[in-house]
């Protein structure tokens, strides 16, 4: 099957596949620490959906999903674009359940049992906690969101999480070492 989830920034095609053969054994690793059954007829939004890499993860774990991708294709994936990773959807066999819009999470509303997300937020600076708050709206049960976690004074995520502590709670953090050490999926249950 020729499919092509895009190249991400500061990496190279190449890389960009090993990196995507990690995030998705690890992206099944979280969903396995929620109490939702893989054949449930969930909700799913992934936010900043990209090329469609994100949207397979979720479809391939729960089989009967619907999952919405939203991405407002500002440039962070080389050369994407809605009618490209509609075309991927294609190719996966799975437009019966998922679609993509082109969307800002911004001015986007709507209710979903589960949120994920993947390499988003950290370009976002201090606006990500804002879009942590959109996601909160969503009512969603669970966010899972696998992201680069920067803060100068030490510990990332504990300051990330304390950004959000009034949405969400942690069920778990999963490192990611192979892929950086700032890398990490983060499981939140909405408060
Ligand atoms: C690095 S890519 C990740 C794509 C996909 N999740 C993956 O893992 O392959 C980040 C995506 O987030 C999208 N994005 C950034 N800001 C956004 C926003 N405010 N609303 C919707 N999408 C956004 C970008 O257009 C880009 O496609």
Do not use: W
Not at 108 to 121: E, Q, R
């Amino acid at each position: 099957m020729d499919i092509d989830f895009g190249t991400y920034h500061h990496s190279t095609t190449v890389e960009s596949e090993k990196l995507r053969s990690i995030i998705y054994k690890k992206f099944h690793e979280a969903f396995n620490y929620i109490p939702i059954s893989r054949d449930s007829k969930i909700n799913i939004l992934d936010v900043g959906s990209g090329l469609g890499f994100t949207i397979k993860i979720a479809a391939d774990f729960y089989i009967n999903a619907n999952i919405t991708g939203i991405d407002n294709f500002s440039g962070s994936l080389v050369d994407s674009s809605l009618s490209k990773s509609l075309k991927n959807l294609v190719t996966l066999g799975i437009t019966d359940r998922c679609t993509i819009i082109e969307a800002d999470i911004f001015d986007y509303t709507g209710i979903f049992d589960l949120v994920i997300s993947n390499l988003v937020f950290h370009n976002m600076g201090d606006r990500r906690f804002n879009a942590y708050r959109k996601i909160y709206n969503y009512i969603p049960e669970y966010f899972i969101t696998g992201d680069l976690f920067f803060h100068n004074d030490g510990n990332a995520v504990q300051y990330e999480l304390s950004r959000m502590a009034d949405l969400f709670k942690p069920v778990c953090t999963i490192n990611v070492p192979e892929i950086s050490s700032n890398y990490k999926i983060l499981v939140l249950k909405r408060l």
